[in-house]
């Protein structure tokens, strides 16, 4: 494209120059990086050298007999597991010192856990020479492996990208407006008009306009529309895509250097490319359009080439990574839009243009019911959606005959979409894609929860640990990588603290890593398991089989597996109503998930919990229809997680509380009322309930005392707790998640009161912290934690989640300490300005649960500045008085009002609505009895107006149903202005 506006290679903006200032350093490319290669080659091959005979030996002292034989079999059968684990280790090592080398296989940690590996290599030789010397004082338990990073080098690409290839332009050149692809365009109309809002509002400051979303969601098709309608307002335009074939950052700053100078300008020198566009730049109101940033050192490089200038100038990037996004924003004043999925009905809508025409009509019922099913897996990103409907419509004439799941088996026919989802994996660091691989082993539909699936990852040692860091922190790390990177999806937001604790994988994504983990040897599927077996039976024993997911039921699969050598596999998952398998054929399982597993008898609990699953670390039997844990549970020594929720299991046998590794207990939805009184040492977690009162177990031993490493404790019943065990509490120094229930008499009992302020006073560590009250229930008496001494500890200034379900007289003053919370729920009985101004300097807060337990005598009004992070608000309250103040809430995307009725007096409703720039929702929530209550209809009519002057830039829900509210306020538009129903789960209705 070419500059708007003046070009030339001297224009005003200054003089370029060939010593410019100091900037951060392009990537180097140099011939160090070579030496390095080499080094690491030669070290892996010294490895390989000093690995390669163990197995074998291992093999051949197992087989002696008499003296200098191993006699235990327990000490046989952990040299027979490690005997399998370096067959691993050298089979790989085989792999990577066969290839050539990439840039990631030389990160700086590789060298230092090739010496970890040395040193494992030479213990283990050791201890082979005192078994075959007949020594018996050895110890045949290897230590904590954690040979992940092997793993994740096998699946990085070996040569990466050639540098000395050719760059054309056309790799940086972004996709030009197509008048033709209208259909594409469904619900643009919004976003469109908010972006032209904010390149064109007043104010001289450079701005920088983040938009993210997940791939094929519409963020190119969108730029591209503003930038044909706001271009002619700027001095200079520029736009660039970065390239999928290589990411250089030079560039595409000399293709964003073509559009705006004349040739003679340009130099191939990084520093020079990126000083003179800055000066040249310095004083122009100019556009600068980046697409498709996915690399933080390339957005830094990118954004040092353009000034702060006071032009009005504005810089657009797409990206799908979230902390990029957020990354552009800090560098220079800016603003996030998230491209948000279609809805049911738009989705319906991009998918009758693109497979039946413009004419918006189903051909048949049955293809209306096919087509649903279809559309429940693209999950609104219109890249799916248009990939399925230009499949089908190739085959229009076949429609009738064909079902669903014939057209989603088909998903792999997609190139276009197996191309987009294949940058997506390759962009990952290399430290994420075994991770990424490890989510092909959940269903389409499945909740993932954070809790279990880090335990998975903790048990199959697939996080790479650095002597620095624990494992909770960089597990954390990683979860918030995949979800910053779109690989799994956070849940819809319900307002509770718990909203990224549960996501899913997009079915699209999903057969893309099954294939991917395929290809990898990563996983064992339903699917690859007939080959895998025929491979076998022709004498091919090569494949080393780590990893069995069976989800599907199949007759031979019992005979197949008997023909698989199974001593590889460390994770076996089962679920569903899959037939009877022979568990006994797995005898170095580490993780065993047999969650929703229908065939699972307490018959197959107790062959689990012998001798033969000694190495397992993780068991989970989670709803399923077992009722007792076996005491030979006692067997498993390595156990680290048990999860036996929702099972019908009614008794803990004390034998659980022996486990000497036991890291996860989770005992939610069972009969379980009442906990062995004995110590458990060991254990960190113990999630004993869900979230309502009725389900919390009934009795806590009082020596919880002694759990002194515990670090979650939900939900606990205190109810009937004498007020000395909460000491007992209190005492738990490291708890970091602690939710309990508490009685109405509690709050008016000050031995209780008393203990609770010591309670929270003490656990300095905690992060999240739930009191879940009684009807009625006052906390007051909170109020004076401020006061109190503090000589034992500072008090929970972690804390980033707090949820308390009882009624305050005002805001609580210590509240303004809690530099780090992120999500509070509260209710007050008033709000006062001082209120409202603790609650809008806490600085990182993202979601706002108020309830306002009072009728307003005046407007609750939100200044410029207040919760400057805050995502989500939700209010609860009889009159929705809230007034929001020119540039108040700048990153505030969902408002939720819950209300019920009161006497409503002049101007009584909300107002500023359009002063919430990043808004996109407004739902309103109330009692279908209230529906012509005066107090309602007035701020449900003020909602009305306020949206509709936004030009569909905000939507409206009222009570589960999108409004059309131009439509309800246009005599002409009709009657009905209702878009769509958001109950989720039900098919659009014509």
């Not at 004043?333 to 025409?357: C, Q, R, T, W, Y």
């Not at 009722?627 to 036996?644: A, F, R, V």
């Not at 569909?952 to 999108?962: A, E, P």
């Given at each position: 494209m070419e500059a708007s506006g003046s070009g030339g290679g001297g224009g005003g903006g200054g003089k370029l120059l060939l010593a410019p200032p100091p900037m951060p350093p392009l990537p180097p490319f140099t011939a160090e990086s070579v030496l390095e290669y080499l080094e690491i080659q030669k070290e892996m091959k010294e490895a390989l050298v000093l690995m390669e005979p163990l197995p074998p030996r291992i093999s051949e002292l197992l087989l002696k007999q008499g003296v200098g034989s191993v006699?235990?079999?327990?000490?046989?059968?952990?040299?027979?597991?490690?005997?399998?684990?370096?067959?691993?280790?050298?089979?790989?090592?085989?792999?990577?010192?066969?290839?050539?080398?990439?840039?990631?296989?030389?990160?700086?940690?590789i060298k230092d856990r090739l010496a970890h590996l040395r040193e494992l290599a030479n213990w283990t030789w050791d201890l082979v020479d005192e078994l075959a010397h007949g020594r018996t004082r050895y110890d045949t338990r290897l230590p904590d492996l954690n040979l992940t990073w092997i793993e994740q080098l096998l699946l990085v690409d070996a040569a990466g990208h050639d540098s000395s290839a050719p760059l054309s332009c056309d790799n940086y050149q972004l996709p030009q407006p197509d008048t033709d692809t209208t259909p594409h365009l469904v619900a643009m109309d919004g976003p469109r008009k908010k972006l032209l809002r904010w390149l064109m509002e007043d104010g001289e400051a450079t701005k920088i306009i983040s938009i993210i979303g997940p791939t094929g969601v519409g963020k190119t098709t969108l730029v591209v529309e503003v930038y044909s309608q706001v271009r002619q307002h700027f001095q200079c335009c520029a736009t660039a895509k970065m390239s999928r074939q290589t990411s250089d950052a030079e560039a595409l700053l000399r293709h964003i250097m073509s559009q705006i100078m004349d040739e003679a300008a340009l130099c191939s020198n990084g520093y020079l490319l990126a000083h003179n566009i800055k000066t040249y730049l310095q004083d122009k109101r100019d556009l600068i359009i980046i697409d498709d940033i996915r690399k933080t050192t390339d957005l830094e490089i990118i954004l040092e080439a353009f000034p702060q200038n006071e032009c009005g100038s504005r810089v657009i990037i797409t990206t799908p990574i979230r902390s990029i996004a957020c990354l552009g924003c800090s560098h220079m004043?800016?603003?996030?839009?998230?491209?948000?999925?279609?809805?049911?009905?738009?989705?319906?809508?991009?998918?009758?243009?693109?497979?039946?025409?413009?004419?918006?009509?189903?051909?048949?019922?049955?293809?209306?019911?096919?087509?649903?099913?279809?559309?429940?897996?693209?999950?609104?990103?219109?890249?799916?959606?248009?990939?399925?409907?230009?499949?089908?419509?190739?085959?229009?004439?076949?429609?009738?005959?064909?079902?669903?799941?014939?057209?989603?088996?088909?998903?792999?026919?997609?190139?276009?979409?197996?191309?987009?989802?294949?940058?997506?994996?390759?962009?990952?660091?290399?430290?994420?894609?075994?991770?990424?691989?490890?989510?092909?082993?959940?269903?389409?539909?499945?909740?993932?929860?954070?809790?279990?699936?880090?335990?998975?990852?903790?048990?199959?040692?697939?996080?790479?640990?650095?002597?620095?860091?624990?494992?909770?922190e960089v597990a954390e790390e990683c979860f918030t990588e995949l979800l910053d990177r779109d690989i799994i999806r956070p849940l819809a937001c319900k307002y509770n603290s718990e909203v990224e604790t549960c996501s899913q994988v997009n079915y699209f994504m999903l057969q893309f890593l099954v294939s991917k983990s395929e290809q990898n040897f990563f996983l064992t599927t339903s699917h690859t398991v007939n080959s895998t077996a025929a491979a076998a039976a022709e004498g091919d024993m090569t494949q080393m089989i780590q990893r069995i997911f069976l989800h599907r039921p199949d007759q031979e699969l019992p005979t197949l597996l008997g023909t698989i050598d199974l001593s590889h596999t460390r994770s076996l998952i089962v679920s569903g109503?899959?037939?009877?398998?022979?568990?006994?054929?797995?005898?170095?399982?580490?993780?065993?998930?047999?969650?929703?597993?229908?065939?699972?008898?307490?018959?197959?609990?107790?062959?689990?919990?012998?001798?033969?699953?000694?190495?397992?670390?993780?068991?989970?039997?989670?709803?399923?229809?077992?009722?007792?844990?076996?005491?030979?549970?006692?067997?498993?020594?390595?156990?680290?997680?048990?999860?036996?929720?929702?099972?019908?299991?009614?008794?803990?046998?004390?034998?659980?509380?022996?486990?000497?590794?036991?890291?996860?207990?989770?005992?939610?939805?069972?009969?379980?009322?009442?906990?062995?009184?004995?110590?458990?040492?060991?254990?960190?977690h113990l999630l004993v309930s869900g979230h309502?009162?009725?389900?919390?177990?009934?009795?806590?031993?009082?020596?919880?005392?002694?759990?002194?490493?515990?670090?979650?404790?939900?939900?606990?019943?205190?109810?009937?707790?004498?007020?000395?065990?909460?000491?007992?509490?209190?005492?738990?120094?490291?708890?970091?998640?602690?939710?309990?229930?508490?009685?109405?008499?509690?709050?008016?009992?000050?031995?209780?009161?008393?203990?609770?302020?010591?309670?929270?006073?003490r656990l300095g560590c905690l992060k999240s912290l739930t009191i879940q009250c009684e009807v009625g229930c006052s906390?007051?008496?909170?109020?004076?934690?401020?006061?109190?001494?503090?000589?034992?500890?500072?008090?929970?200034?972690?804390?980033?989640?707090?949820?308390?379900?009882?009624?305050?007289?005002?805001?609580?003053?210590?509240?303004?300490?809690?530099?780090?919370?992120?999500?509070?729920?509260?209710?007050v009985c008033k709000l006062l300005p001082d209120d409202l101004k603790i609650l809008g300097s806490l600085h990182k807060l993202e979601c706002l649960v108020l309830g306002l337990d009072f009728l307003p005598q005046e407007a609750v009004v939100i200044e410029r500045g207040a919760f400057h992070q805050l995502l989500r608000l939700s209010v609860s309250c009889r009159i929705a008085w809230l007034n929001f103040g020119e540039g108040a809430m700048l990153k505030l995307t969902d408002l939720d009002l819950n209300l019920s009725t009161g006497p409503v007096s002049e101007g009584s409703s909300p107002s500023g609505i359009g002063n919430l720039l990043s808004l996109e929702k407004v739902t309103l929530r109330y009692d279908p009895w209230y529906i012509n209550s005066c107090s309602v209809k007035t701020t449900v009519d003020a909602l009305r107006r306020q949206v509709a002057e936004l030009q569909?830039?905000?939507?409206?829900?009222?009570?589960?149903?999108?409004e059309d509210v131009v439509a309800i306020l246009d005599p002409v538009a009709g009657p009905t202005g209702i878009i769509r129903s958001e109950t989720k789960g039900k098919a659009p209705r014509p």
């Open positions: 006699a235990s079999d327990r000490d046989r059968r952990s040299l027979a597991y490690m005997e399998k684990e370096l067959s691993t280790v050298v089979a790989a090592l085989r792999q990577l010192t066969s290839r050539v080398l990439g840039p990631d296989h030389v990160a700086p940690r004043d800016g603003l996030i839009h998230e491209v948000k999925p279609l809805d049911e009905l738009e989705s319906e809508k991009l998918f009758l243009a693109n497979a039946f025409g413009a004419d918006g009509l189903w051909p048949s019922e049955y293809s209306r019911q096919v087509s649903y099913e279809i559309l429940r897996r693209c999950d609104g990103i219109p890249l799916f959606i248009i990939a399925m409907a230009g499949l089908m419509k190739q085959e229009q004439g076949e429609m009738v005959k064909r079902n669903a799941a014939y057209w989603l088996e088909r998903v792999v026919e997609l190139k276009h979409v197996e191309e987009a989802l294949t940058l997506v994996y390759d962009n990952l660091p290399y430290e994420l894609k075994l991770l990424t691989l490890y989510m092909s082993t959940f269903p389409w539909g499945y909740r993932i929860d954070k809790h279990r699936l880090i335990s998975k990852w903790r048990a199959e040692g697939l996080i790479v640990l650095d002597m620095w860091r624990a494992f909770e109503s899959v037939n009877r398998i022979p568990l006994d054929k797995f005898i170095h399982l580490a993780m065993l998930d047999l969650e929703g597993w229908e065939n699972l008898e307490d018959v197959d609990l107790v062959q689990i919990c012998s001798s033969n699953f000694f190495l397992l670390k993780y068991l989970s039997v989670r709803n399923t229809r077992v009722s007792k844990l076996p005491p030979q549970i006692s067997e498993l020594g390595y156990l680290e997680t048990l999860d036996i929720s929702h099972t019908q299991i009614s008794e803990i046998p004390i034998e659980v509380w022996g486990l000497p590794k036991l890291w996860s207990l989770d005992l939610r939805g069972t009969q379980v009322r009442q906990l062995p009184r004995d110590v458990a040492t060991c254990l960190r309502k009162l009725d389900e919390t177990i009934m009795e806590i031993p009082d020596d919880i005392l002694y759990w002194n490493l515990l670090e979650t404790l939900a939900t606990i019943d205190i109810r009937n707790w004498s007020s000395w065990v909460f000491k007992y509490l209190a005492d738990l120094r490291f708890l970091e998640v602690l939710a309990v229930t508490w009685s109405f008499h509690q709050c008016y009992d000050e031995e209780y009161q008393t203990a609770l302020r010591s309670v929270i006073q906390m007051e008496f909170l109020d004076s934690l401020s006061d109190m001494p503090n000589d034992l500890s500072d008090g929970p200034k972690d804390l980033q989640n707090l949820i308390i379900t009882a009624r305050f007289l005002t805001v609580p003053k210590w509240i303004q300490g809690l530099n780090h919370l992120a999500f509070l729920h509260i209710t569909s830039t905000v939507k409206l829900v009222n009570n589960g149903v999108q």
